[in-house]
Every structure is written in structure tokens, then in C-alpha cells.
């Protein structure tokens, strides 16, 4: 939905939203150009990439008003179409396999191949019922999240092996307690939003306080430093832990500082320039999903940076549109 529609649309539309779902979809796709750049420490912060997204999902699936039969089978949908098409075109291209049940299971039915979707069809099941029977207040928000920390260090502490930094691996159970943390963090911002909107109280709220740009990008470095420091020295893995608080830190300030240009973000996307913002939001899902496949056939070439990384981007963004274009059409023929 681009801001034109939103017009006659009765959603509201989020210009600070728009630009942290297309920054997470460049973050994300940036972390995994290894092989591209010259040097691999480039492609860098999928996670956060991860958890911005999440977020921007826990904010715009706030007050479900359907059941959650019908909810969640409508959400489902709009992923699995994209899922299915592009994994059915790179099964034909020979890309990818699938040799039995197991294959189909992990392909098509709880895709794990797609570590983002298999999370977030999950993570949808307990953010309904967060979402639509809990007002997510300072008070409940603290409360959730020292739940979610309490038995995430239980875990932590009892069966998680701390003597290697693996903290931030995708496909690991233990991240999924960052990505419902992340959630519910874009579920209380959308009720912060809400009051300080119809009070119009948003520069009390976010406001173009400088120190709070200059804390965000302190944490940010401090992020990515303390991943380094971890990996490089094992005798501190078992506080790695201490990362993810780093990055859970870092979001929220993150959301606060969108938050509080949306004034000005209003005023950019008159401009041509917002075009590419609105495509890239738009598109998400669809350049996750076919990168993976274009990513290593680029990289086999051997082509010099920057030609391979401008190939590689085009063919990216050409093959979302496609898969965007057939799947679209895919959703309202079933919906009709």
C-alpha cells in the first residue's frame, strides 16, 4: 500500500514504519553478500535487520478485530503465496530439492529453508492473543518482557552451550525469544503512538532530541563491536548473552528516533526519491525469499566488485518484482 491509496483506505499509513521495513529489507539482504565485497565484514547485521522487521510487524498487526481462526489463516497466506511460487520455480530450475515428505515439510508446509517465515507464522500465534486481549501499557509491556528475559536466562543458564558465540544464529530456538520480544516492542510502540497522536504530543515523545541520535548510533556501535569482541575471544562467550540486550536496546531507540521524524518523512515522500523507500517496503518478503539462489549463482561468476554486487542487485530486485506480480494475483484469484 503506498501513501496514494491510503487515501480511500480506512488503514492508516506510517511514514516511519514504511522506512524501517525498507531499511530492514537492505540490512538483511546486505548481511548476505558474503563473497560480494571486498572484504566479508561488510555483510554485516542481519539480525538487526531481523528484529526491526519483527517490530514493524508487532506494530502493524496491532487490534486484530477477527477471529483468530480467520486471522491467522489470512496471514498465512499472504506469506505461504510468495513462498510457494518462488520455491516451485527454483525446484523447476533445479535449485532446490525436494526428494521426500521431509523435503515438502521443510519446503512447503513449516518452511525452516526460510528462517524468517518459519519464525514469524509461529511467533503470529501468541502475538494474536498478546494483540487483542492485553493493552499493552508501560506496566504490561515491562512485565511481558522481564517474563520473556526470565525464561530466556533459565534456558540460558541450564542447557545453552555458552563456550562458542552462537547468540545471533537464526536457526537456533533461542532467537526466537528476541524476535517475540521484538514484536511485542512494535505492539507497545503502536499504543504510545496512538495516545501521543490524538494528544499531539510527538515531539514530547520522540522529538528531535540530538543526544538520543547520538545514543543510537553509539549502540549501534557498540552492537556490532561486542559481536566481534565475542567471536574473537571464546573466554567471553558465556556472557554473550549480553549482546542481544545490546541489540534489544539499540531497537528501541531505533523506533524512537523513526518515530520522531515522521513530520519530515511526510515531506520526503513527495519527492521521487521515496519512491524507491515505498518499493523496496513494499517488497520485503519477495526479495528475501528469491535472493538466496540469485546470491550464489552471482557469486560462482568471480565478477570484480562493484560489478558483481550491481548485478547481483538488479537481478534481486527484478526477481522480487515478478515474484510480487505473480503472487498478488495468486492471493486475490484464491480470495475472490
Same mark, same amino acid.
Given at each position: 500500500?503506498?501513501?496514494?491509496?491510503?487515501?480511500?483506505?480506512?488503514?492508516? #499509513?506510517?511514514?516511519?514504519?514504511?522506512?524501517?521495513?525498507?531499511?530492514?529489507?537492505?540490512?538483511?539482504?546486505?548481511?548476505?553478500?558474503?563473497?560480494? =565485497?571486498?572484504?566479508?565484514?561488510?555483510?554485516?547485521?542481519?539480525?538487526? *535487520?531481523?528484529?526491526?522487521?519483527?517490530?514493524?510487524?508487532?506494530?502493524?498487526?496491532?487490534?486484530?478485530?477477527? @477471529?483468530?481462526?480467520?486471522?491467522?489463516?489470512?496471514?498465512?497466506? /499472504?506469506?505461504?503465496?510468495?513462498?510457494?511460487?518462488?520455491?516451485?520455480?527454483?525446484?523447476?530450475?533445479?535449485?532446490?530439492?525436494?526428494?521426500?515428505?521431509?523435503?515438502?515439510?521443510?519446503?512447503?508446509?513449516?518452511?525452516?529453508?526460510?528462517?524468517?517465515?518459519?519464525?514469524?507464522?509461529?511467533?503470529?500465534?501468541?502475538?494474536?492473543?498478546?494483540?487483542?486481549?492485553?493493552?499493552?501499557?508501560?506496566?504490561?509491556?515491562?512485565?511481558?518482557?522481564?517474563?520473556?528475559?526470565?525464561?530466556? $536466562?533459565?534456558?540460558?543458564?541450564?542447557?545453552?552451550?555458552?563456550?562458542? =558465540?552462537?547468540?545471533?544464529?537464526?536457526?537456533?530456538?533461542?532467537?526466537?525469544?528476541?524476535?517475540?520480544?521484538?514484536? $511485542?516492542?512494535?505492539?507497545?510502540? @503502536?499504543?504510545?503512538?496512538?495516545?501521543?497522536?490524538?494528544?499531539?504530543?510527538?515531539?514530547?515523545?520522540?522529538?528531535?532530541?540530538?543526544?538520543?541520535?547520538?545514543?543510537?548510533?553509539? $549502540?549501534? *556501535?557498540?552492537?556490532?563491536?561486542?559481536?566481534?569482541?565475542?567471536?574473537?575471544?571464546?573466554?567471553?562467550?558465556?556472557?554473550?548473552?549480553?549482546?542481544?540486550?545490546?541489540?534489544?536496546?539499540?531497537?528501541?531507540?531505533?523506533?524512537?528516533?523513526? #518515530?520522531?521524524?515522521?513530520?519530515?518523512?511526510?515531506?520526503?515522500?513527495?519527492?521521487?526519491?521515496?519512491?524507491?523507500?515505498?518499493?523496496?517496503?513494499?517488497?520485503?518478503?519477495?526479495? =528475501?525469499?528469491?535472493? #538466496?539462489?540469485?546470491?550464489?549463482?552471482? /557469486?560462482?561468476?568471480?565478477?570484480?566488485?562493484?560489478?558483481?554486487?550491481?548485478?547481483?542487485?538488479?537481478?534481486?530486485?527484478?526477481?522480487?518484482?515478478?515474484? /510480487?506480480?505473480?503472487?498478488? /494475483?495468486?492471493?486475490?484469484?484464491?480470495?475472490?
Amino acid at each position: 500500500m503506498n501513501k496514494n491509496e491510503v487515501q480511500t483506505s480506512k488503514k492508516p #499509513y506510517f511514514f516511519f514504519i514504511t522506512l524501517l521495513r525498507a531499511l530492514a529489507a537492505v540490512v538483511i539482504t546486505n548481511a548476505h553478500y558474503t563473497g560480494i =565485497y571486498p572484504s566479508d565484514i561488510i555483510a554485516n547485521g542481519g539480525l538487526l *535487520g531481523d528484529v526491526i522487521f519483527f517490530s514493524v510487524s508487532g506494530f502493524c498487526l496491532a487490534n486484530p478485530k477477527m @477471529r483468530f481462526g480467520k486471522w491467522y489463516l489470512k496471514r498465512l497466506w /499472504r506469506i505461504y503465496a510468495v513462498v510457494w511460487v518462488i520455491t516451485i520455480v527454483y525446484v523447476l530450475l533445479g535449485a532446490y530439492e525436494v526428494n521426500n515428505w521431509v523435503d515438502v515439510l521443510k519446503w512447503f508446509v513449516h518452511p525452516t529453508k526460510y528462517h524468517f517465515v518459519a519464525s514469524i507464522t509461529l511467533l503470529y500465534i501468541p502475538l494474536y492473543f498478546v494483540a487483542r486481549y492485553v493493552k499493552l501499557t508501560k506496566k504490561n509491556f515491562v512485565l511481558l518482557s522481564l517474563g520473556l528475559l526470565a525464561a530466556q $536466562l533459565a534456558l540460558y543458564f541450564t542447557i545453552y552451550d555458552t563456550t562458542y =558465540y552462537h547468540i545471533d544464529t537464526v536457526r537456533e530456538p533461542m532467537i526466537e525469544f528476541l524476535f517475540f520480544q521484538s514484536m $511485542l516492542l512494535g505492539l507497545f510502540f @503502536r499504543t504510545e503512538y496512538s495516545e501521543h497522536a490524538v494528544s499531539n504530543e510527538n515531539k514530547s515523545w520522540g522529538g528531535q532530541n540530538l543526544t538520543l541520535w547520538l545514543l543510537l548510533f553509539i $549502540l549501534m *556501535g557498540v552492537y556490532f563491536a561486542s559481536k566481534l569482541l565475542f567471536v574473537k575471544k571464546t573466554s567471553l562467550s558465556e556472557w554473550q548473552i549480553l549482546n542481544q540486550v545490546v541489540l534489544f536496546i539499540t531497537l528501541i531507540c531505533l523506533f524512537n528516533r523513526a #518515530y520522531s521524524i515522521e513530520d519530515k518523512l511526510k515531506k520526503w515522500s513527495e519527492k521521487k526519491s521515496w519512491k524507491i523507500v515505498e518499493f523496496l517496503s513494499d517488497h520485503t518478503l519477495e526479495i =528475501y525469499c528469491v535472493q #538466496y539462489v540469485i546470491i550464489d549463482k552471482v /557469486r560462482s561468476l568471480g565478477l570484480p566488485f562493484p560489478l558483481n554486487w550491481l548485478l547481483l542487485t538488479a537481478m534481486i530486485l527484478l526477481a522480487a518484482t515478478a515474484l /510480487r506480480w505473480v503472487s498478488q /494475483r495468486l492471493i486475490k484469484i484464491v480470495n475472490l
